[in-house]
């Protein structure tokens, strides 16, 4: 019997994997894809984010960011990180480098779905294997949570992200944030030669339509993308719990508010490490509390965010609100950062 199946071979299950590993487990990760894994994703990390990922002994080239920009075509506002640069680094980089790392920890690998779990009281069977513990790190609409029941319903508009590239130098470090009347427009430095466009919204359109909202931005890139543009959502997702058993949710499974605040890898990394905490204490049932305690401040402000954005009378004022008062906006990029 192994200590840890983690369901899910993205950031989310791998940092699991690694922190379970540096603890002295044994650890099995089912991913039915091969590496290096592509999804639609902002591909920036808070400076948190990236100290985490240098705490996991993870190596990976990207561009530093050093702050967050806001622009609606009339207004900017710009705030710096105070306590060292955030990364832009490509999905695909960062997966192959955390699966990197958890290979030389040992970990392995198993090409495999994780379709039924079945539980007991002293352990999981699920992809063929019995596990002290089941780690549910299967994304957004995890089948994990469903199959468990963990699902909640979600109320309210419904937001979706599309996600190209496109081969141009970057022009800025910081993660620039454009504004238009129903959508934003993340660009974010990944290398040298390329930024990554994110659109967020919950209006219907391709990629194309959606940048067309942002003239001056869509100006400025070229024709085409370098790859296929990737798509996600309904962004926002609800878990009854994150501890069901011996079976914890982390991660984009453990439920979703919206990448408006560019969160999700860094918030991942520190459920995983709380996660690890609360299985080598013996106290998973404390995970729970783990959680709720490390994603609060997230969950606040992106919630206050999204409210704010889903008014007609104040989205509009969020741009020039930033840019009149610099000093809010710098304290709460670097209270996220």
């Not at 400025?220 to 997702?237: D, H």
Request: charged share 20%; glycine share 12%.
């Amino acid at each position: 019997m192994i200590d840890l199946l983690v369901a899910g071979g993205g950031p989310a299950g791998l940092a699991t994997a690694i922190h379970a590993a540096r603890a002295g487990m044994e650890v099995v990760v089912a991913e039915p894809r091969p590496t290096p894994i592509d999804k639609a994703c902002g591909e920036g990390l808070m400076p948190h984010g990236t100290e985490a990922l240098a705490a996991l002994g993870v190596e990976v080239a990207g561009r530093p960011l050093h702050g967050i920009r806001y622009l609606d075509g009339r207004d900017r506002a710009e705030a710096r990180f105070r306590g060292g640069p955030g990364l832009g680094v490509r999905r695909t980089d960062l997966q192959a480098a955390l699966a990197h790392r958890a290979r030389q920890l040992g970990v392995r690998t198993l090409r495999s779905r994780v379709d039924g779990v079945r539980q007991d009281d002293c352990c999981v069977h699920a992809a063929g294997l019995r596990s002290r513990y089941l780690v549910a790190a299967d994304g957004l609409h995890s089948p994990i949570r469903r199959l468990l029941g963990l699902d909640r319903p979600v109320a309210g508009p419904r937001r979706h992200g599309q996600r190209g590239h496109f081969p141009i130098a970057p022009w800025s470090d910081c993660v620039e944030v454009h504004w238009s009347k129903w959508a934003e427009a993340y660009v974010t430095p990944v290398a040298p030669d390329l930024v990554g466009v994110a659109v967020l919204t919950s209006r219907r359109g391709s990629f194309t339509d959606h940048l067309a909202a942002f003239p001056a931005l869509r100006d400025r890139l070229p024709a085409a993308t370098a790859g296929p543009v990737r798509g996600a959502g309904p962004m926002r997702q609800r878990a009854r719990a994150r501890v069901a058993g011996r079976v914890l949710l982390v991660g984009d499974a453990a439920g979703y508010v919206d990448a408006l605040t560019g969160e999700g890898l860094s918030v991942a990394f520190t459920g995983a490490a709380a996660l690890v905490a609360c299985v080598r204490a013996g106290r998973p049932q404390d995970y729970e509390r783990a959680w709720s305690r490390a994603t609060r401040r997230h969950r606040a402000l992106t919630h206050a965010l999204l409210w704010a954005r889903g008014r007609e009378a104040l989205a509009p004022h969020i741009v020039p609100a930033a840019a009149r008062l610099p000093w809010l906006f710098s304290a709460l990029v670097n209270g996220l950062a």
